[in-house]
């Protein structure tokens, strides 16, 4: 018996970038375990990913094995198998004649981070580039509007401090994030160290926050009067840098007076925060050195994007940025270490016969979805639309238009795919080679590693695309290269020296080897040079000019119910997993025991949420976790597996963020009602 243990590196989009250990006996997978050599991982993955890479994954069961046509009506999830030339010729065929008759506009594609290895996640949208077809603009449903936040102010996005340079912090700043969920190992390995002291500013005490020094327990949507109210104690106790902010940054004296009118007294009644914490935390923050972990959960409101501009003055007031030890983190791109993504994505083939149409956003998609004239085909990989998008029932109804014809590249059955006229099936990343650029890092880039043969008939993404190319009689050539040259190319950039084997045997590495200190040079990629407060690009797209002390005033009587994520689920990925469907149990909601005793319902009891989108029914969970007036209910449940046949997204109107037309998930409002 032959039995090789292999590194590899865990593709989802997830901040952790988990090493893992594959086990491979006689070329099938035995175990996948975490890497005990990794910095972070040290030898446990998540529970999530130890069940289910153990698991559905592997499951032939449960993974989709064959090219899958459409016998049934549309959602019923009935089909026939077919082969590969059959299922790619067809689906050519359609599309030609989509396009002959209605443009190829009117073929519409969603996409986003079900797997985040460079060629999975990324090769795909050459293909894409050269049909002509409409992108859902991926960062809509999750993090545009901090994007866009952060471009007015900082000139990037994506530039975040090196986790590497906490060794000189005395601060981290944990504000809209869980990593007890979201960044396990983060949380548990690189958060928790000696000397350090975290601060959380979060709706919910999660355990991150229960285990911070400070918890700033807002009101949800307050976050800017919340900035504002610290900035104001920082000006009245001397605690600014006002050598940095002479230097280094445009707009404060136009913030002051705001800055001015929010008073502790002030703050407490917007926010929920009392002059002793607020104060607190001003100081400690501004002693620094201090990291700003800024989540995506901090911009899925109606006003994410100034909240972040507002959460973003503070680090400019104090100078915690582009010091050893300060510095702030949104996501790191994958360019920080040199990986080329936009070869990758190969942009220039749209410029070939067609031309690229916008993109709409994600916000829209059930819209667009209902109207002939706007789609005739829907293309999906690599997400699960009809579990994870807004407007849940009309992206359905939607789903099962007859002219519309949908092809869905999946791994397992999702809600999503049941509606398709195809399925295409993917092989999961322990089935091929490929790149990692971990997004919590600045400069690791690690492997991902072909531990095994795809199950049935699987192949990759890149490879699926490459063969759809083929089957419509493309002929540019970028459409066909190969992984191995695109691996070596990618390589090439990282500055390493070293070959994919190289680093394969190495599992992940640091291409730069000391602490990396962002912004080191305090230039900023602004219209200025420096950070900018008040933005003149803002203005000129119609937004206030600087942030604003704001705060959300909700609907009298209803809860806000908030869908972050939930330990067990990866956005809908393993809610499958018929062990983690287990560990995970009913569908609930955490409520404060004050609104439950409101709507008349007590622990255990089914409970409904309902709105003007539509109604979930819940099991109702007590606890003072949550404030009185939220209600927690987790992202994630297969539409299908989960009594009732819907998840939160059933109440979620799909409003739009202030910026970015993002997805404003966390601003959703409900009744709860006894059913
Ligand atoms: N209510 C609520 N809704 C939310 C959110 C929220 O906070 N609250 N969060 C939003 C956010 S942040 C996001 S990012 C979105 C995410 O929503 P989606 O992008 O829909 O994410 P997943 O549900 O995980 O779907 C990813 C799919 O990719 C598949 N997959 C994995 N690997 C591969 C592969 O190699 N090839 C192919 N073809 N498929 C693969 C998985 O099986 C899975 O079905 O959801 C959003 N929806
Ligand atoms: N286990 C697990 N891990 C995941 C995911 C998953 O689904 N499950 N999803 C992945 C994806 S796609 C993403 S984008 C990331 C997101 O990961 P995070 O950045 O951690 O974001 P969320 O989980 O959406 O929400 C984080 C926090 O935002 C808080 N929040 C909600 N509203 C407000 C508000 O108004 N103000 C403040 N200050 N906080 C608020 C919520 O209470 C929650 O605790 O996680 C990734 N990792
Ligand atoms: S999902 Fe995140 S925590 Fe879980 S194994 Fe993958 S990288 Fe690690
Ligand atoms: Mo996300």
Excluded at 23 to 36: A, C, K, N, Q
Excluded at 262 to 272: D, H
Excluded at 364 to 385: G, K, Y
Excluded at 447 to 465: D, S, V, W
Aim: contains cysteine; aromatic residues 6%.
């Amino acid at each position: 018996m032959s039995r090789i243990i292999l590194k590899s590196t865990c593709p989802r989009d997830c901040y952790d970038g988990c090493g893992m250990r594959i086990v491979v006996e006689d070329g099938v997978i035995s175990s996948v375990l975490g890497d005990p050599e990794h910095p972070l991982t040290k030898g446990k993955l998540c529970g999530k990913c130890a069940l289910a890479y153990n698991g559905a994954w592997r499951d032939p069961t449960a993974r989709l094995l064959h090219p899958l046509r459409r016998s049934g009506p549309k959602g019923s999830g009935e089909f026939e198998r077919v082969s590969w030339e059959v299922a790619l010729a067809d689906i050519a065929a359609r599309l030609h004649g989509i396009i002959d008759e209605h443009g190829a506009q009117r073929i519409l594609y969603t996409h986003y981070t079900g797997t985040l290895s460079m060629l999975a996640f990324l090769f795909p949208s050459r293909f894409f580039h050269r049909l002509g077809a409409t992108e859902v603009d991926p960062d809509t449903i999750c993090n545009k509007a901090g994007q866009v936040a952060l471009q007015y102010t900082l000139g990037s996005a994506t530039n975040g401090f090196d986790p590497a340079t906490i060794v000189d912090s005395r601060c981290v700043l944990v504000w809209g994030a869980n990593p007890s969920a979201t960044a396990p190992h983060v949380d548990a390995n690189w958060l928790r160290r000696d000397g350090i002291t975290v601060i959380c500013i979060d709706p919910v005490a999660h355990p991150t926050a229960q285990r911070a020094r400070m918890h700033l327990q807002l009101r949800p949507g307050s976050d800017g009067a919340l900035a504002f109210g610290l900035l104001h104690v920082l000006h009245e106790e001397g605690l600014l840098d006002e050598a940095f902010l002479a230097s280094s940054v445009q707009g404060w004296d136009e913030l002051l007076p705001a800055v001015l009118r929010a008073t502790p007294a002030r703050t407490e009644a917007l926010t929920g925060i009392a002059e002793g914490a607020l104060r607190a935390v001003a100081r400690t923050y501004a002693a620094g050195p201090s990291l700003l972990w800024l989540g995506q959960g901090l911009q899925r409101q109606p006003m994410g994007g100034n909240a972040l501009r507002a959460a973003v003055a503070l680090c400019a007031a104090t100078g915690n940025i582009g010091r050893p030890g300060a510095g702030l983190l949104y996501f790191n791109g994958m360019g920080s270490r040199g990986l080329d993504a936009g070869y990758v994505v190969a942009s220039h083939l749209a410029f070939g016969e067609g031309s690229v149409p916008p993109p709409i956003s994600h916000l829209d998609l059930a819209a667009a979805l209902a109207d002939p004239a706007q789609s005739r085909a829907l293309i999906t990989f690599n997400n699960n639309v009809a579990a994870s998008n807004p407007d849940q029932r009309r992206l359905r109804e939607a789903l099962k238009r007859e002219d519309l014809f949908q092809v869905t590249v999946e791994l397992f059955a999702t809600d999503t795919a049941d509606f398709a006229d195809y399925v295409l099936p993917a092989a999961s990343f322990l089935e091929f080679d490929d790149l990692v650029s971990p997004y919590f890092q600045r400069v690791v880039i690690a492997a991902q590693r072909k531990a095994t043969e795809p199950l049935g008939e699987a192949l990759p993404n890149q490879e699926i695309f490459r063969r759809l190319a083929g089957a419509m009689g493309f002929a540019e050539p970028e459409l066909f290269e190969r992984d191995e040259v695109m691996l070596a190319r990618l390589m090439e950039g990282t500055g390493t020296g070293l070959s994919f084997e190289e680093l394969a045997e190495k599992g992940q590495v640091r291409t730069i080897a000391e602490p990396v200190v962002a912004f080191e040079k305090l230039r900023f990629r602004t219209p200025s040079g420096r950070i900018e407060l008040a933005s003149g690009a803002a203005e000129a797209a119609g937004l206030p000019r600087v942030p604003l002390p704001h705060a959300e005033d909700g609907p009298a009587g209803m809860l806000r119910v908030l869908s972050p994520a939930s330990e067990w689920n990866l956005n809908s990925s393993y809610a499958n997993d018929s062990r983690v469907a287990h560990r995970q149990g009913q569908l609930t909601a955490t409520m404060h025991p004050s609104a439950a005793q409101a709507a008349g319902v007590a622990a255990g009891d089914v409970a409904r949420l309902v709105n003007d989108t539509g109604a979930l029914d819940v099991v109702v969970l007590l606890s003072k976790d949550v404030l009185p007036g939220v209600v927690l209910v987790p992202k994630g449940r297969w539409l299908k597996t989960t009594p009732g046949g819907a998840n939160v997204n059933v109440l979620n109107p799909g409003h739009r963020t202030d910026m970015g037309d993002s997805s404003a998930v966390h601003g959703v409002y409900a009744w709860l009602v006894s059913p």
